[in-house]
């Protein structure tokens, strides 16, 4: 070790994420913030130079080592902790803040190791807590997290063999430029392509990160792809078919970005987009281009998440989950978004609730929602006031009210001219069911746009 007995900043926010599952009150946001500025200042101020080294069968690890380059992206990833927990102070979900500080952790971790084992475990670190936050956002995400896992145990083995191969031929340990003249050389730098969501493997970014919390996306956009830019920049400038696969990921990503529909996706192929043009630069090697990918790399952390927060806001205002219908009203005049209000789960009575929202159809300033497991249709128009909110009209329960015993609502279709609501069935004893929807019966129901996510 060295004389002075530094202390890694990745150990601050990883110790941290074990911290804040006990933590109440007051205290678990000063948390939040605390620990990420703690660790900006222990990269800021750490010299160039310092090394921390480990004896490890029989090997000399280096688990942490400062120079401008790792301390560039040190300093970003610190930056992206604290503003992603900013973002996140109302984020009730502690498992998704614990994961979320592991992997900022973790990337500091990988950036400032100076031996290829001790980035491999941080890497493999990186890997549990952002497959976390995928899980944190619920069910839904479930599938989409096994799935990202999978892809980065693939990612890992590959890495893990590939170093294997290398300390094999070379007895070192050390982390430095490398060519691709051996076999474990590929399959190292086959292990960083996947975590920069090269081709084949690009699809991963956009499957999974969506998936994630309004607040989750904001920090998985910022540390796997980067930390695999750090990775080819320090392991292999200069080697060509990284030009060729970067090319490649700028118009992957272009273009399905340009086909999508979903904002959180459209910034997931975004992510895919520039990643490829760091690693194109990473490919030519000259000095100019390796500092222009590292400069990339630290602006685009901080913009891409600035975008993912906009997304989150829009998220966390408007809906709390997939099954959650937004409606958006717009001023007839201009068509401009006057307010958005989502219609969420289980927020306005048994009666009303959605389940499995399965259909929309709208009738001026009307909203009209079809429950596929509650079997009832909920009818619900703009309120005019200070504050975005609907009323609840009636609910049609579709066993009853001359609906024809519908049940499971697919499909809904209005028809002005006959003021009636046409219901098509996916389990009915009948093929489809009319109901009225005259305001009888009418109970009030107002719900603000303001409710947080649960």
Request: proline content about 4%; overall charge neutral.
């Amino acid at each position: 070790m060295t004389a002075e007995l530094p202390i890694p900043p990745a150990l601050v926010l990883i110790l941290g994420a074990l911290l804040l599952p006990a933590l109440r009150g007051a205290a678990r946001p000063a948390a939040l913030l605390l620990l990420p500025l703690l660790t900006l200042w222990l990269v800021w101020t750490l010299p160039d130079g310092m090394v921390l080294r480990l004896g490890f069968l029989g090997y000399e690890l280096t688990p942490l080592k400062i120079d401008k380059l790792s301390r560039l992206f040190a300093i970003v990833f610190a930056l992206m902790s604290l503003a992603g927990s900013l973002f996140a102070l109302r984020q009730p979900r502690t498992l998704e803040l614990s994961a979320a500080f592991a992997y900022a952790g973790s990337a500091i971790g990988a950036v400032m190791a100076g031996d290829l084992v001790s980035l491999f475990v941080f890497w493999e670190l990186m890997a549990v807590g952002s497959t976390l936050v995928i899980l944190a956002a619920g069910s839904g995400a479930r599938a989409a997290a096994l799935r990202y896992a999978v892809m980065h145990l693939v990612g890992g083995v590959l890495l893990m063999a590939g170093i294997a191969g290398e300390i094999q031929a070379t007895g070192s340990v050390a982390l430095g430029s490398m060519d691709t003249s051996t076999p474990a050389r590929w399959l190292i730098l086959a292990g960083f392509l996947v975590n920069a969501g090269t081709p084949p493997v690009s699809a991963w970014i956009s499957d999974a990160y969506p998936e994630s919390s309004w607040s989750g996306m904001v920090f998985l956009s910022a540390f796997t792809t980067k930390t695999a830019v750090y990775a080819l920049i320090r392991g292999f400038p200069g080697s060509e078919i990284l030009i060729t696969i970067g090319l490649f990921m700028v118009l992957y990503g272009i273009i399905y970005a340009i086909l999508e529909n979903d904002m959180r996706r459209i910034l997931a192929y975004s992510i895919v987009n520039q990643v490829g043009f760091m690693v194109t630069g990473v490919g030519i090697g000259t000095e100019m281009a390796l500092n222009g990918a590292a400069a990339h790399a630290f602006t685009s952390v901080l913009y891409t998440a600035l975008l993912l927060m906009s997304a989150g806001a829009v998220l966390f205002a408007t809906a709390t989950t997939n099954r959650s219908i937004t409606a958006f009203r717009r001023a007839v005049a201009n068509g401009t978004l006057s307010y958005a209000v989502g219609i969420e789960d289980g927020q306005v009575g048994v009666g009303a609730s959605l389940l499995a929202p399965s259909a929309v159809a709208v009738d001026g300033d009307q909203v009209v929602v079809a429950d596929a497991l509650g079997d009832a249709v909920n009818r619900r128009r703009f309120v005019d006031g200070a504050s975005p909110t609907f009323e609840l009209d009636e609910v049609i329960a579709l066993d009853t009210d001359g609906a024809n015993g519908t049940q499971q609502p697919v499909a809904l279709a209005y028809a002005a001219d006959q003021a009636r609501l046409y219901v098509a069935s996916a389990a009915s004893s009948q093929p489809a069911g009319a109901a009225s929807v005259a305001p009888s019966n009418r109970r009030r129901v107002v719900m603000s746009s303001s409710r947080a996510p649960g």
